[in-house]
């Protein structure tokens, strides 16, 4: 079965910095997507990053990068100019296709950026 | 694009009644739709997968008898919380898969419903 790690509960950083939270996971199968969804304090899931397991690049969207090692079964988030509204709990994520699409969470880190 | 509403976002009901929450996907259609229940501090437990015209799919340890799920239309699913009772107290999320996109694998969310069972 699929595990997905996050051994960060909780991390605290100032505005500006930058700041990398880890996630790692275990799966034999050989296709497969990972995700980053951010959850702020209004408890809306928002999709952050995706990473498809074929692809060797390394996704990016704006301020949010991931560092995508494969063969590590390791998938962290960089958070570049961290700002305020970057406060919330994050949550890395699992998907095999044909497991009908589900996903598998990690625990999640609550992020908080400090003024 | 891909956004998902709930109905309501915050409902209080006596403890024997039946609450449904309401699940759209407003600017897609949506084969697959999942529910989620949260508690406090934790991560997202999948309750059910709801496939368009199919009876859902129900995880271990969730009773398909008091979550009723009805995924009548592309745009439509439902989730009945029949006879709650205060322990069915929690933050229930929807979500959907846009299967006309270039990104079937991603799941998009509604904003939740908060149940409070008195």
């Known amino acids: 079965a699929q595990t997905v790690t996050q051994s960060q509960p909780e991390m605290s950083v100032q505005e500006a910095e930058t700041v990398t939270l880890s996630c790692t996971y275990d799966?034999?199968?050989?296709?497969?997507?990972l995700f980053w969804y951010k959850q702020p304090p209004s408890r809306q899931m928002i999709l952050v990053i995706r990473?498809?397991?074929?692809k060797q690049q390394n996704a990016t969207e704006n301020r949010f990068s991931v560092n995508f090692q494969k063969a590590a079964k390791s998938f962290s988030l960089k958070i570049s100019d961290s700002q305020l509204g970057d406060t919330a709990m994050y949550f890395c994520a699992f998907m095999n296709p044909d497991s009908n699409y589900q996903l598998i969470w990690g625990a999640g880190t609550k992020l908080i950026i400090k003024p | 694009g891909a956004v998902v509403s709930q109905h309501p976002s915050w409902v209080i009901c006596k403890s024997g009644t039946s609450v449904k929450i309401e699940c759209r996907s407003l600017d897609f259609q949506a084969t697959t739709m999942f529910w989620y229940r949260q508690f406090p501090k934790q991560s997202l437990m999948l309750m059910a997968t709801?496939?368009?015209?199919?009876?859902?799919?129900?995880e271990q340890g969730v009773e398909k008898d008091k979550f009723l799920i009805n995924h009548a239309s592309l745009t439509l699913s439902t989730l009945t919380v029949t006879s709650a009772h205060p322990e069915d107290s929690s933050f229930y999320i929807c979500s959907a898969r846009d299967w006309t996109s270039g990104h079937q694998e991603t799941q998009y969310f509604g904003p939740g419903t908060r149940l409070l069972v008195l």
């Open positions: 709801s496939n368009e015209g199919s009876k859902a799919t129900y």
């Open positions: 990473q498809e397991a074929y």
């Open positions: 799966t034999s199968e050989s296709n497969y997507y």
